[in-house]
């Protein structure tokens, strides 16, 4: 899988909130996202897997495996979405439906895309509660979300996300909502899976001290613009930009107060 991404631009009501945005992810790399919020992580992401709003306008290239994927009509992105590019986002209660199991929630991309009949997409979501490491995957599936912690709904998100094996992960905040001790639960499980399965990763967040954890790589955004890039390690290191420094002393107060 390679993702490259150049001069992604992007109009909102007036204001270019993400402007002249490139960057590139090769197979199995981790790379991340992070900016002060309203920096344009978000976007950049949405726009990637065609779900920015509409009254957004995007220019640029995004090519997926040689191919270009912005633009593309709504239905060839959803076929993208389902497959290829699996997305996690920050508060899994407001993308899970309260109203199904889990269960239900994990088989339905089995169901719809692989056309599985009932049980065997039961067995299945139970399999995919099992390896992102819910407690009882047998029991588990035939909960509804508000039973569960917030720690174990971003477990269910990431089975959804990657339950057809997608070639590159977009994580949106994954574990902002979350104590740090789950955090680190959640990244640790973010490693596992996408060394297990060769998934390359894009992690957005406002944390570097997050990133440290979890990708080598990162691009730092401000008011849309990347102002520095480099690797996590240098960037903490020897941060260049006056934001980059922003980031790097706030990480180290993180550290401190988690210590
Ligand atoms: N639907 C929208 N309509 C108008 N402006 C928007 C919309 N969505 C986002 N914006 C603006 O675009 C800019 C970038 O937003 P974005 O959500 O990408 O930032 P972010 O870096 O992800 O911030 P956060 O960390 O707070 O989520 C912000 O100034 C935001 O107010």
Do not use: C, Y
């Amino acid at each position: 899988m390679t993702l490259d991404v150049t001069s992604l631009t992007i109009d909102i009501g007036g204001s270019r909130v993400v402007d002249d945005l490139s960057f590139s992810v090769a197979d199995g790399e981790r790379l991340g996202l992070i900016g002060e919020s309203g920096s344009g992580k978000s976007l950049s992401i949405l726009a990637l897997i065609g779900l920015a709003p509409d009254e957004a306008t995007i220019t640029g290239s995004v090519v997926l495996d040689g191919t270009e994927i912005l633009g593309l009509p709504e239905r060839a992105l959803a076929r993208i979405r389902g497959s290829r590019i699996g997305s996690v986002f920050q508060d899994p209660l407001t993308s899970l439906n309260p109203l199904h199991t889990i269960g239900r929630q994990i088989a339905e991309p089995f169901r719809l895309h692989d056309k599985l009949g009932k049980g065997d997409a039961r067995a299945r979501a139970v399999e995919a509660a099992r390896e992102v490491g819910l407690p009882d995957p047998e029991h588990v599936v035939d909960l509804f979300p508000h039973q569960l912690s917030g720690g174990q709904r971003q477990r269910v998100g990431i089975a959804i996300a990657i339950a057809r094996r997608p070639t590159l992960l977009l994580a949106d905040e994954p574990t902002t909502a979350l104590d740090v001790t789950t955090q680190a639960e959640i990244l640790e499980l973010f490693r596992r899976l996408t060394d297990e399965h060769g998934m390359s990763l894009v992690f957005v967040t406002h944390d570097l001290a997050v990133l440290a954890q979890i990708t080598s790589e990162v691009v730092v955004l401000s008011h849309g613009r990347a102002v520095e890039r480099g690797a996590v390690s240098r960037i903490l290191a020897s941060p260049v930009d006056p934001v980059t420094q922003g980031l790097v002393r706030a990480a180290r107060e993180t550290t401190w107060s988690a210590s």
